[in-house]
């Protein structure tokens, strides 16, 4: 309980009954609780109240919890969990694309909201690893772990805090190949050891970010059926004079 008393959630849902119900649960767990009914008014509780974390709903009235996502998305990087029906894919996805932390799918129980909740807070407000090292990948590629930042041909990249995690873990095991299962307990926790739709998707933001060609990528390579694998920094280099 020690661990979630007195975090701040904001509640975000048009269901009273389901607002009551996750009230209920997360004040027993010590949490205080704040409410919003639409899209509209979870925009503008964040801006004042400055939740430790939020549950939002995706179907609201005035305005939908796509949008207040990338609304909230625009000020703050406050974790975020999208309340999703359970059949829903594309939603979830959409969610995650928009910057959401995780999701949770309707209907769900009280264990499973505060599992969720416990492992997207632990995630975020986890100090990150700091190496002291730079590692010149190539010439295109330089990665200062101890400043938290990456070069492409000498141009700062923005990472998000989850894709930086996803690149230390494979950096820091370059050449060798990280199952889907490693990556994801060790990235995001052991309770998403099987949740592949999460890694596939950062693993293209980073491909996205990183490579020249990231349909074709020279740095983050898949083992088909195993995992993922860090190019070797000396393979990088001679694919680069190559």
């Known amino acids: 309980m ?6 701040l959630v904001l509640v975000v849902d048009d269901e009273p009954r389901m607002v009551s119900f996750m009230r209920m649960n997360l004040e027993l767990e010590g949490m205080r609780v704040a409410t919003a009914s639409n899209g509209r008014e979870a925009v503008d509780q964040v801006r004042e109240t400055m939740p430790d974390i939020i549950l939002l709903d995706i179907m609201m009235p005035v305005l939908d919890g796509f949008e207040a996502l990338r609304r909230i998305r625009q000020f703050t990087q406050v974790p975020v969990i999208v309340l999703t029906a359970k059949d829903e894919e594309e939603d979830r996805i959409r969610g995650l694309e928009l910057g959401a932390d995780d999701y949770v799918g ?3 129980s009280h264990r ?9 807070l632990r995630r975020h407000y986890a100090a990150p690893p700091v190496p ?7 010439e295109r590629l330089s990665i200062d772990f101890a400043r938290r ?6 141009e700062r990249v923005n990472l998000r805090p989850t894709e930086y995690r996803l690149l230390y873990h494979l950096v820091q095991h370059a050449g ?3 199952t889907h299962e490693m990556l994801l307990s060790k990235v995001w926790g052991p ?10 998707l950062y693993i293209t933001y ?5 490579e020249k060609d990231p349909a074709n990528p020279r740095y983050i390579l898949t083992e088909r059926g195993v995992g993922y694998r860090f190019v070797a920094f000396d393979e990088a280099s001679e694919k680069a004079t190559g």
Not at 2 to 7: A, M, P, Q, V
Not at 191 to 200: A, C, I, P, S, V
Request: no cysteine; glycine share 2%; proline share 2%.
């Open 106 to 108: 309707k209907p769900f």
């Open 191 to 200: 309770e998403y050891r099987d949740e592949n739709h999460y890694l596939r």
């Open 149 to 154: 930042e990456v070069l492409v041909e000498g």
């Open 206 to 210: 980073l491909r996205q970010k990183l």
């Open 176 to 178: 060798y190949v990280q």
């Open 112 to 120: 499973e909201l505060v599992s969720r909740i416990r492992a997207v």
């Open 132 to 138: 002291q090292t730079l590692v010149q990948v190539d």
């Open 2 to 7: 020690s661990e979630l008393k007195d975090k």
